[in-house]
T-cell receptor, first 115, second 111 residues
């Protein structure tokens, strides 16, 4: 497709389980970002990729969170041993290049609910 | 620490009214963007401002970047129900890679 695609769109899991969230960016976009949005909150930065490397992962909240990107394209965000406070919408965005003037194109998000 | 403070947090108005939402910070930004997010969707870029004092218009929406590049405002004239959504400002400090987002202003325009 032409836009950023995320899957699954909804995920309900039990506390303690691992989850994987997938992001397919727009073809040719070298920059990829993961953000988290909780109810009533703005977007919390998690990690940024330029190509396959992650020069900024300062937003990952704990070592239970990890992400990778392969082939300069698809990215996977993994949350291990999920906790209830991990419940949120996880948004992925891609950009043609890194920079504040570059437009971020967002996917529709993956809504994670941890019971 | 929230770098960008948006106000008001919630706003409910009737169709045809004017409104202004604000995005403030103590930090200087090299550029600032405004996004609108509708329920169940990702944010969509409305505008980017890069020069202090810059004013940009997008139909009934007017965006202004403060002279000191620390704040911005969004003014909507004659609001329409289609303007309903979450308005987010995002600033680039050029000191890192992440755009810093505010918590957003949730706008509801009723007919």
């Amino acid at each position: 497709g032409a836009g950023v695609s995320q899957s699954p769109s909804n995920k309900v899991t039990e506390k303690g389980k691992d989850v994987e969230l997938r992001c397919d960016p727009i073809s040719g976009h070298t920059a990829l970002y993961w953000y988290r949005q909780s109810l009533g909150q703005g977007l919390e930065f998690l990690i940024y990729f330029q190509g396959n490397s992650a020069p900024d992962k300062s937003g990952l909240p704990s070592d239970r969170f990890s992400a990778e990107r392969t082939g300069g394209s698809v990215s996977t965000l993994t949350i291990q041993r999920t906790q209830q406070e991990d419940s949120a919408v996880y948004l992925c965005a891609s950009s043609l290049h890194r920079g504040g003037t570059g437009e971020l194109f967002f996917g529709e998000g993956s809504r994670l609910t941890v019971l | 620490t929230q770098l960008l403070e948006q106000s008001p947090q919630f706003l409910s108005i009737q169709e045809g009214e004017n409104l202004t939402v604000y995005c403030n910070s103590s930090s200087v930004f090299s550029s600032l963007q405004w996004y609108r997010q509708e329920p169940g969707e990702g944010p969509v870029l409305l505008v980017t401002v890069v020069t202090g004092g810059e004013v940009k218009k997008l139909k009934r929406l007017t965006f202004q970047f403060g002279d000191a590049r620390k704040d911005s405002s969004l003014h909507i004239t004659a609001a329409q129900p289609g303007d309903t959504g979450l308005y987010l400002c995002a600033g680039d400090r050029n000191s890192g890679y992440a755009l810093n987002f505010g918590k957003g202003t949730s706008l509801l325009v009723t007919p």
